[in-house]
């Protein structure tokens, strides 16, 4: 049920991702090889009878990677202009075993058994703590007890003292080493919901998740490996 307090996940999601032009150009502006995530998820159990739900897909790299290891996977973007982009790819393959579904973090609501394996990459910090917090509640509702979860996402691990010099620096690098114009990488911290390490993790643990391993790389990103238990541990 929506109501007229609840947050509107689209207009959060980042203007680029419902831009046609903007979203023909992703894959290229932001690579990504899936196959270490598949190999972590079949280090975790991934196998042929599972069901593998993505939420954030974008142009649907990991779903149509993980299709060939499972029974189905369900890809899930708030963005429809993403979603046209995964269902062309999926037609061009002739793949049988993804569904799309344009739906949101919060709007998703899954239908069936539920599953053994959720993957996030980059798109839970569209979201502010609090809407966070129901995200990941309706993932642990997705998911079956036991099930893992692996998160991948923008995530702030250096010292808080020194907040501004990390990101100018953070913001330098980028500046040299990707295409991305000086605004779009402002928006991460001017209008998006990154936030620390040490606040996501409790996030995670309250709504129900162990969180089974964590990496931070470099600062500013976060991968967690997160087992479903449905009460805080
Ligand atoms: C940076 S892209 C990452 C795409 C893909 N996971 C990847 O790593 O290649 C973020 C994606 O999250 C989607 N997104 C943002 N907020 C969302 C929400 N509330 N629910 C579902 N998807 C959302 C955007 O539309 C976009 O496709």
């Known amino acids: 049920m929506v109501s007229e307090w609840m947050i509107n996940e689209k207009r959060h999601a980042g203007e680029e991702h419902f831009d046609a ?19 972590i998820l079949l280090e975790f159990g991934l196998s042929e ?24 996977v369900v890809a899930v973007d708030v963005s429809e202009t993403m979603i046209d982009v995964v269902d062309e790819k999926i037609e061009k393959r002739g793949i049988q075993n993804i569904e799309t579904i344009h739906d949101g973090f919060l709007s998703y609501d899954h239908q069936g058994d539920p599953v053994s394996f959720v993957f996030s990459k980059d798109a839970l910090h569209h979201l502010p703590d609090f809407w966070k917090i129901e995200a990941l509640k309706n993932i642990g509702e997705t998911l079956e007890e036991g099930g893992i979860f692996r998160l991948r996402d923008f995530v702030f691990s250096f010292d808080l003292q020194n907040s501004h010099k990390n990101i100018e620096s953070w913001l330098d690098e980028k500046k040299q080493s990707t295409i991305f114009a000086d605004e779009e990488l402002y928006v991460h911290f001017r209008e998006e919901y990154s936030t620390y390490g040490f606040l996501l993790e409790p996030m995670l643990e309250q709504v129900g998740f162990e969180i089974l391993e964590s990496t931070y790389e470099q600062d500013f990103y976060a991968e967690y490996i997160c087992q479903w238990h449905g009460s805080p541990t």
């Open 21 to 39: 032009e903007e979203v023909a150009r992703f894959d290229e502006k932001m690579p990504f090889d899936p196959s270490s995530e598949i190999d």
């Open 49 to 72: 009878g599972n069901t593998v739900v993505d939420f954030g897909t974008g142009t649907g790299v990991f779903p149509l990677a993980v299709a060939e290891h499972c029974d189905r």
